[in-house]
C-alpha cells in the first residue's frame, strides 16, 4: 500500500520540485529571510509550463479521436480498418478508448492537479502572515486551475479521486468523487474563488510575468471562472435545470453579470516558444490525417469566410508548381482529368469518413489525397502527384503546419519561418464559445445576461471569425490577413438552436473536445446518411450542419461518449470496482462494464 502514490495517481506528496530549464526560470529569485524555497509564483509558472502539450501523445489522442469523432478529419486512407478504428461496432464486445489509456486523468494527478495543491498548501502554511496573504490571489487562481483540470477529467471518466486526494496521510487509498456530486461542489469551489479576488485584497504579489494565461490579470480570472461556472452547469442542464439558473441569476446579481466579454478575455495560453517546434510525430495533422467532408462541404456551402482560415487548399491551383506542369505539359489523359468539372470547381474538399464511401461510388471524394498525372517532357514522359484532398489548417495546431523548408508540397504562397518567431496561444475558452452558450441559454428562455439569442450569435460568429483571422495572421496562414466577415451574418442570421449549435461546431475546430461535449449533451450535428446521388442535407446552403452517418455498408457504427476509467494500482482497485457498480446503479446507460465506452457519464442524459 505505501507504494500506492509512486503509481499513476501520483496522490503521495514527494519533495522537491522539478526547475524548469526554460530561460525565465534559470535564475529564480528567493529570499532567504521569508521563504526556504521557491517562491509560489514560479512554482506557478513551473506548473503550467507547457500547459496545453504535456505530451505529445496528448495532441496526437487528439487527432485520432475528438477531431475524428466530430468529422473535422479523417485518416487518408481508403482502409476499411482504418476508417472505422474511432467507433464502436455494437456487434463487438471490445471499444475503443477515448481515453489514450487515462493520459488526462493521470496528467492531474501526477502534474498540474498536483502542484496546485501544493502551491496552494505551501500558501495557507507560510508563518509570515503578512506575506501569506499577499499571496491569497494566487491561492485563488490556483483553486480556479484545479477545479477546471478536475472538471475535464470528471467530464469523460465519470468519477476520481477529488475530495479525499493529495492527502495520503489522512487517506492513503481515496474514495471515488463522481460526476453528480463534483458539478456542485466546482460550483462552490469556483464561487468561493472568485469572491475571493473580488475583495482585492491590497499587496498582492505581481504575477503577471509568471502567469501565461492572463499575465496577472485578476478582473479576466474572475471572468473566466464564472464563464466555467456556466458551462458546468449547462453540461448538467438535463439533470439540473434549477442549478443553471441559479448560476446564471447569482452572477448577474453578485458579480454584475462579470464573464468573458471580447476576445482579449478569452482562456488561453501562450505557448513558450520552443511549443511544437519538434515536429517529429505531431505533423501527422497533415501526412495522416485530411480534412473532412461534412465540415469543408459546410463551409462551402454557406459561403463561409473562415474556410480558407481553418482548411488548406488543395494543389489545383496556379500557386502549386506541379499543378502548372500538368497543366501546361499534361498528356491527353491527364488534363481530361485535371480538367474534370467535378472536382476542379473548388480549392477545397474533403473526404467521407464513413468505411463504404472508399468505393468508385463516391468519386474522389472517398478516395485518398494523392493523384498522379503524365506529362510530356519532350520525347519522354514523367509523373506529377497532386493532392485532390484538401487538408485541415494545419497551422492552428503545429507552428508552419508541420511542413519543413525542403517539404515539396508547399504552395508558393506558404511559409516556413523560425519556429521560435510564431506566437501560438491555444484557446481554451474563448469568447465566442461564451456567446454561442449564451446564445443557446437565452433561446431556451433562460437568463441571457441582458443580450437576446440573436445579439449571442451575432456577437459568437463575429468573435469566431476576428479569432481565426488574428491566429491566422500571427500563423502565416496564406491570405488571412485580407479575409473578411462580409455579409455573412446577413446571409446567415440567427435561426434558432439548430444555426447556434452549427456555429458552435465550426467554432470548436481547434477544441473538438467541446464539440464532441456538445453533440453530446444536444445531438447536434445530427447524423444524415450520405447519398452519392445527391438530395443531401450534407452542404445543402441551410445554414445547419450535419455530420455523416458512419455507414459501413450493412451497419452504422457508433461514436464513443466516454473515456475508460483507468486502472493506476492494485491498491485502490477495491475502491475503483465500487466506483463503476456506484455509476451503473445510478445510471443504467453506463454501460455493460468499464470498458464499454458506449456507454453514457451521468450528464450525458438520453
Known amino acids: 500500500m505505501k507504494n500506492i502514490y509512486k503509481i499513476a495517481l501520483g496522490l503521495l506528496i514527494v519533495a522537491g520540485f522539478t526547475q524548469s530549464c526554460k530561460k525565465d526560470l534559470q535564475e529564480i529569485n528567493t529570499d532567504p529571510d521569508t521563504l526556504n524555497d521557491t517562491r509560489p509564483e514560479f512554482l506557478f ?63 492531474f494527478y501526477n502534474t498540474t492537479g498536483r502542484d496546485y495543491q501544493r502551491i496552494i498548501s505551501k500558501i495557507n502554511t507560510l508563518d509570515n502572515q503578512s506575506l501569506k496573504a499577499a499571496y491569497t490571489d494566487l491561492a485563488a487562481i490556483c483553486q480556479i486551475m484545479s477545479v477546471y483540470d478536475a472538471w475535464k477529467v470528471s467530464d469523460v471518466f465519470g468519477a ?15 474514495d471515488y468523487d463522481f460526476n453528480w456530486d463534483l458539478y456542485l461542489t466546482f460550483d462552490k469551489q469556483l464561487k468561493a474563488a472568485v469572491d475571493v479576488l473580488k475583495a482585492k485584497t491590497p499587496n498582492q504579489v505581481k504575477i503577471e510575468k509568471q502567469d501565461f494565461f492572463y499575465w496577472g490579470k485578476t478582473d479576466s480570472w474572475m471572468k473566466f471562472a464564472n464563464t466555467l461556472r456556466i458551462k458546468i452547469a449547462q453540461r448538467y442542464e438535463k439533470r439540473n435545470a434549477a442549478n443553471l439558473q441559479n448560476v446564471l441569476n447569482d452572477i448577474a446579481t453578485n458579480y454584475s453579470g462579470m464573464i468573458i466579454s471580447s476576445g482579449t478575455e478569452s482562456f488561453g495560453y501562450d505557448n513558450v516558444k520552443d511549443w511544437n517546434n519538434n515536429i517529429d510525430d505531431i ?5 495522416v490525417y485530411v480534412a473532412a467532408y461534412p465540415f469543408v462541404e459546410f463551409l462551402k456551402s454557406t459561403k463561409d469566410p473562415r474556410l480558407a482560415l481553418m482548411v488548406r487548399q488543395n494543389d489545383w491551383g496556379d500557386n502549386y508548381k506541379p499543378y502548372v506542369d500538368v497543366k501546361t505539359k499534361g498528356t491527353p489523359a491527364s488534363l481530361t482529368d485535371l480538367n474534370n468539372p467535378a472536382v476542379n470547381t473548388s480549392r477545397y474538399w474533403g473526404k467521407h469518413v464513413f468505411s463504404a464511401s472508399a468505393s468508385s461510388t463516391y468519386g474522389w471524394t472517398g478516395q485518398a489525397k494523392a493523384h498522379q498525372f503524365t506529362i510530356q517532357n519532350g520525347t519522354s514522359t514523367d509523373t506529377r502527384t497532386l493532392s ?41 475558452l474563448n469568447y465566442a464559445e461564451t456567446c454561442f452558450m449564451m446564445a443557446e441559454i437565452a433561446a431556451k428562455g433562460g ?31 496564406p491570405g488571412a490577413d485580407t479575409t473578411k466577415l462580409g455579409d455573412f451574418l446577413t446571409r446567415y442570421p440567427y435561426s434558432g438552436l439548430a444555426s447556434v449549435y452549427s456555429q458552435a461546431w465550426v467554432n470548436f475546430l481547434t477544441e473538438p473536445e467541446e464539440a464532441w461535449a456538445m453533440w453530446k449533451r444536444t445531438g447536434y450535428p445530427q447524423f444524415e446518411l450520405f447519398n452519392p446521388a445527391g438530395g443531401n442535407k450534407i452542404g445543402d446552403g441551410s445554414g445547419v450542419a450535419y455530420l455523416e452517418t458512419l455507414y459501413t455498408g450493412s451497419q452504422n457504427l457508433l461514436i464513443p461518449r466516454r473515456a475508460v476509467l483507468p486502472v493506476t494500482s492494485t491498491e485502490i482497485n477495491a ?32
Open 447 to 477: 437568463n441571457g445576461l441582458g443580450k437576446s439569442a440573436a445579439q449571442w450569435y451575432n456577437d459568437g460568429v463575429t468573435a469566431s471569425f476576428n479569432d481565426y483571422k488574428q491566429r491566422g495572421v500571427s500563423q502565416n496562414t
Open 45 to 107: 509558472t513551473n506548473a503550467t509550463l507547457s500547459y496545453t502539450l504535456p505530451g505529445r501523445g496528448s495532441l496526437l489522442n487528439k487527432y485520432s479521436t475528438s477531431l475524428r469523432y466530430m468529422q473535422y478529419i479523417v485518416g487518408n486512407s481508403v482502409d476499411k480498418g482504418d476508417l472505422e478504428s474511432p467507433y464502436c461496432d455494437p456487434t463487438k464486445t471490445v471499444f475503443p478508448d477515448p481515453g489514450s489509456g487515462g493520459a488526462l486523468y493521470s496528467d
Open 283 to 287: 505533423d501527422a495533422i497533415q501526412n
Open 388 to 428: 485532390f484532398i484538401s487538408l485541415i489548417q494545419s497551422r492552428l495546431f503545429v507552428k508552419n503546419g508541420g511542413f519543413k523548408r525542403d517539404n515539396t508540397s508547399l504552395h508558393d504562397d506558404e511559409t516556413v519561418v523560425d519556429g521560435s518567431t510564431i506566437k501560438m496561444r491555444t484557446s481554451l
Open 575 to 606: 475502491n475503483l470496482d465500487k466506483a463503476v457498480q456506484a455509476m451503473q446503479q445510478k445510471d443504467a446507460d453506463f454501460g455493460v462494464n468499464r470498458l464499454d465506452t458506449r456507454g453514457r457519464i451521468w450528464w450525458d442524459m438520453k
Open 160 to 174: 476520481m479521486p477529488y475530495s479525499q486526494s493529495f492527502n495520503v496521510v489522512k487517506y492513503p487509498v481515496p
